[in-house]
């Protein structure tokens, strides 16, 4: 059987597309290495976190009303509750990017917020215990995504609209034809033909796509699950999703759910870089104790014993920001990701775009000007 579209890689991002890409009626084929889902990429543990002043840049806000309306429409379509609202604080010393930049998108985009001072936030919400010189960003609209229950998801209404989905199957190498007139796949298990490729392959992008060596960069991340000593503080009701720069790095957690336990991690953790293949997935005392030290600090109500540690990996590029784009030689080849630590929560409308770049003529309605190649290095 000759596929519309084949996409290679199907956590977050592959999933939604194949999800997008059959309810439109594209025959596809999804071949992901691992398991669906699986912990060998970045959307596992539990939860991701989904806020709307995104300070890294407030082009991307108008991406996240259309990804909460299509976390909505997955909902509805399986019954199933992915999208969690707590409320969500951005914050640091006032003159920090974290700051200034979620008031800027909140004030910009006409976002509903509130400005709170350290001591605001601990009476708010009692599980903090910010300094009072810090600076926070309160948007009622944040909270989580149950990521691994949303791959699920998605891949089961990819199935329901008729596409084949495949696990432990391993991509091999890819072949364009000339002329943007399709493609063939090679995997440890046989051959397949496509008009189309999506490549959404992770940490693993750059094997995939060599154009992206250096663009995309795997980096160890290490995520604590503490219980806390007072667990009602952090129960979804009472403790808002946070994007908080201290003096100690940038540091980001969630409230209890499924783990007994509050969940924090620190972005760029230890800044182990390396091929995927070779990570460090083992996690170890330092990786505990540097975040311990920062959960005993601000939040000291939910340092006790440690429920979990995890290890990930993260994919960044330089600027930090999506790469969304057509392959430059083969324009039948699509590029989505790598997603720097900040993409699980755009899934849902990631996958729209990647099936308007994978379908007709490959245009998209969205502004994804500033996630092209061609933005710079």
Known sequence: MVHDVIIVGLGGMGSAAAWQLARRGQR???????????????????????RLPYYEDPAYVPLLRRAYALWRE???????????????LDGGHEDTEVFQGALNSARLHGLPHDVLTGDEVNARFPGYCLPSRMRAVFQPEGGFIASEHAITAH???AQAQGADLRARERVLRWEARPGGEGVRVTTDKGQYDAGRLVLTAGAWMADLAPLLAGRAVAERQVLAWLQPHQPALFRPDRFPVFNLAVEEGRYYG???H???GFKFGRYHHR????PAETMRREVDAEDERLLRQFAQRYFPQGSGATMALRACIFTNTPDEHFILDHH?????????????GHGYKFCSVIGEILADLATGDGATRHDIGF??????P
């Not at 997955?74 to 969500?88: C, D, H, K, M, V």
């Not at 800044?271 to 390396?274: C, K, Q």
């Not at 430059?328 to 720097?340: D, G, I, K, R, Y």
């Not at 996630?371 to 710079?376: E, I, P, S, V, Y």
């Open 328 to 340: 430059p030689e083969f324009p039948q080849v699509t590029l989505a990701s790598p997603c720097s």
């Open 371 to 376: 996630l092209r190649l061609g933005r710079g």
């Open 271 to 274: 800044a182990e870089t390396g």
């Open 28 to 50: 596809v084929l999804g071949l992901e290495r691992f398991d669906i889902p699986n912990a060998m990429g970045s959307s596992h543990g539990v939860t991701r976190i989904i």
């Open 258 to 260: 499924e783990v007994p």
């Open 74 to 88: 997955a909902e509805a379509a399986t019954g199933e509750r992915l999208l969690f609202i707590t409320g969500s």
């Open 155 to 157: 891949c089961g209404l």
């Open 254 to 256: 969630l409230p209890i």
